[in-house]
Nanobody
């Protein structure tokens, strides 16, 4: 079955960086768009970034700060997050498909001094 396992979350100070990883299994990874969503406390889940074969889309709030990438040989998608802000605090979810059909369990990212 489809499995998406996120890692790399944690506590970071404003202005810092984190890299999230999502290890995928149970499907032919290179055939699918992969994405990252996030949900902050009291807010709706929102798209952060999605990657297709080579093209990418980003939420306006993260453009220029976050970079999504994929390694089809490792069945892994990444989210490099730089210049983090307190408003980036959320649970981050890895997704398969666009729109998403499958979701990971999520990893907490907290940006605080």
């Amino acid at each position: 079955q489809v499995q998406l396992v996120e890692s790399g979350g944690g506590l970071v100070q404003p202005g810092g960086s984190l890299r999230l990883s999502c290890a995928a299994s149970g499907f032919v990874f290179r055939f699918y768009p992969m994405g990252w969503y996030r949900q902050a406390p009291g807010k709706e889940r929102e798209l952060v970034a999605v990657i297709f074969t080579s093209t990418t889309n980003y939420a306006d709030s993260v453009k220029g700060r976050f970079t999504i990438s994929r390694d089809n040989a490792k069945n892994t998608v990444y989210l490099q997050m730089n210049s983090l802000k307190p408003e980036d605090t959320a649970v981050y979810y890895c997704t398969r498909g666009s729109p998403p059909n499958d979701w990971g369990q999520g990893t907490q990212v907290t940006v605080s001094s």
